[in-house]
C-alpha cells in the first residue's frame, strides 16, 4: 500500500512552457484534492474532486486544469507556466466523506518556473 | 472569509519542554479542525482531528483542544523531543461543505534543541 504517490518531485519550467503533474492513489478514497504550497505560506485548495468524473474548482484555480477518469488518478495540468505558479503542490485523498475524514497526503512536486 | 492564523510562525526550545502552539480562526461554522506535521521536503501528516462537537483529542504526548466559541485552537507538546522539530499546521473544514476542503494556517516552525 504505497498511499498517495507525486510525480515528478521536481521540475524546471520555461515561462509559457506545460506540463501534468501526476497524483495517485491506491486506498480506494473518493476524494481527492491539489493544494499549492508558497514559501512560509499554509496550503490553498487548487481543485478538488468528489468521485470519478467530477470535479470542481478551489481557492486559486486559474492557470490549472484537472480531470478525473479513475477513482485512482487525478492529474493536474499546468498550461502556459508562469513565475507566478513557482510553489510546491501537494496531492491529497480522503475516504468516504471528505469532511468527516482526515486527508493523506503525497510528499509533493517542487516546481519553479524560469 | 475564513481565516486560519498561527502565532508564533517560529518557535525553539530546550528539550524536555512543555509546548503550546496556537491557532486562531475567525468563522467559528466549523466541521472540525485538524493539526498536521510537515517535515522539510516531506509531505503532511495529520497528528488530531477535533471534531466540531469535541473539545479535546489526545495522542500520546500531544492534545489538541478546541474552542469554537471563542475561534482557537492550541496543540500542546509534553516533554517536547528534537524529534518533534517540524512545521506544525492546522487547518479547518468549513461546516458549509461537506467536500472536505480546507482552510490553512501559515504553520508554527518548532525547533527542539538537544
Known amino acids: 500500500n504505497a498511499g498517495v504517490t507525486q510525480t515528478p518531485k521536481f521540475r524546471i519550467l520555461k515561462i509559457g512552457q506545460s506540463m501534468t503533474l501526476q497524483c495517485t492513489q491506491d486506498?480506494?478514497?473518493?476524494?481527492m484534492y491539489w493544494y499549492r504550497q508558497d514559501p512560509g505560506m499554509g496550503l490553498k485548495l487548487i481543485y478538488y474532486?468528489?468521485?470519478?468524473?467530477?470535479?470542481d474548482k478551489g481557492e486559486v484555480p486559474n492557470g490549472y486544469n484537472v480531470s478525473r477518469s479513475t477513482t485512482e488518478d487525478f492529474p493536474l495540468r499546468l498550461e502556459l507556466a508562469a513565475p507566478s505558479q513557482t510553489s510546491v503542490y501537494f496531492c491529497a485523498s480522503s475516504p468516504r466523506q471528505g469532511a468527516k475524514d482526515t486527508q493523506y497526503f503525497g510528499p509533493g512536486t517542487r516546481l519553479t518556473v524560469l | 472569509k475564513q481565516e486560519v492564523t498561527q502565532i508564533p510562525a517560529a518557535l525553539s526550545v530546550p528539550e524536555g519542554e512543555n509546548l503550546v502552539l496556537n491557532c486562531s480562526f475567525t468563522?467559528?461554522?466549523?466541521?472540525?479542525l485538524q493539526w498536521f506535521r510537515q517535515d522539510p521536503g516531506k509531505g503532511l501528516t495529520s497528528l488530531l482531528l477535533i471534531q466540531s462537537s469535541q473539545r479535546e483529542q489526545t495522542s500520546g504526548r500531544l492534545n489538541a483542544s478546541l474552542d469554537k466559541s471563542s475561534g482557537r485552537s492550541t496543540l500542546y507538546i509534553a516533554a517536547s523531543q528534537p524529534g518533534d522539530s517540524a512545521t506544525y499546521l492546522c487547518?479547518?473544514?468549513?461546516?458549509?461543505?461537506?467536500?472536505?476542503?480546507?482552510?490553512f494556517g501559515q504553520g508554527t516552525t518548532l525547533q527542539v534543541k538537544p
Open positions: 487547518a479547518v473544514n468549513l461546516s458549509s461543505s461537506n467536500t472536505g476542503k480546507l482552510i
Open positions: 486506498m480506494n478514497h473518493n476524494y
Open positions: 474532486s468528489v468521485g470519478a468524473g467530477i470535479t
Open positions: 468563522d467559528s461554522a466549523i466541521y472540525n
